[in-house]
């Protein structure tokens, strides 16, 4: 099934930005996120729908309920300017979002 | 520390064939499921391919399917993508990276992935 994300979200230094991935029943599977600069490889932020990676910033935090999972950034930082993929496990292959282009104004 | 090398890539015709390689190191290969995963020009991320951590189950993206075989081998600590067939369309960095989950498990994420190889196909 697909995953569906905004192309992109404009966020202003210190305020908090919320990305979202929809699709049908969302809540029921397992969802993470990844940041991805360009030239770099991605980077896992978020899995198992909250749980965050050893060396990830607290004010990286991800929910999941319904048909919407969210990534949101608190106190965003220009550092956190990068695209942002959910990902999602769908009967034995993976299914990634199109990304969120974050913008730190 | 973990590490994952890809290498194998290049410019082809299509119809052409290509091998990726993946190289391991820094943890125990051969307990983990590992994944192919590629990005083309200017566009998100597309899953590939999976395998389990003894190759005995293999997944494929539809977009790929019955073109490219994943495979591994532990005594090398190498994860592969032969492809075949290739299509202009399959122009795109490819990555390798690393899922701490079982094949049959439901998390399934990527927590460490390769600085990618890039392929283009192209006449």
């Known amino acids: 099934s697909e995953l569906t994300q905004a192309p992109s979200v404009s966020v202003s230094p210190g305020q908090t930005a919320s990305i979202t991935c929809s699709a049908d029943?969302?809540?029921?599977?397992?969802t993470c996120w990844y940041q991805h600069k360009p030239g770099q490889s991605p980077v896992l932020v978020i899995y198992q729908n909250s749980q965050r990676p050893s060396g990830i910033p607290e004010r990286f935090s991800g929910s999941n309920s319904g048909n919407t999972a969210t990534l949101t950034i608190s106190g965003t930082q220009a550092m956190d300017e990068a695209d942002y993929y959910c990902q999602a496990w769908d009967t034995s292959t993976a299914v990634f979002g199109a990304g969120t282009k974050v913008t730190v104004l | 520390q973990v590490q994952l090398v890809e290498s194998g890539g290049g410019v082809v015709q299509p119809g052409m064939s290509l091998r990726l390689s993946c190289a391991a190191s820094g943890f125990s290969f051969g307990s983990y499921t590992m994944h192919w995963v590629r990005q083309a020009p200017g566009k998100g991320l597309e899953w590939v391919a999976v395998i389990s951590y003894d190759g005995s189950n293999k997944d494929y993206a539809d977009s790929v399917k019955g073109r490219f075989t994943i495979s591994r081998d532990k005594s090398k600590n190498t994860l592969f993508l032969q492809m075949i067939s290739l299509r202009t369309e399959d122009t795109a960095l490819y990555y390798c990276?690393?899922?701490?989950?079982?094949?049959?498990?439901?998390?399934?994420?990527?927590?460490?992935w390769g600085q990618g190889t890039l392929v283009t196909v192209s006449s």
């Open positions: 029943k969302l809540g029921d599977k397992n």
């Open positions: 990276a690393r899922d701490p989950d079982s094949y049959s498990g439901s998390l399934h994420y990527l927590d460490y």
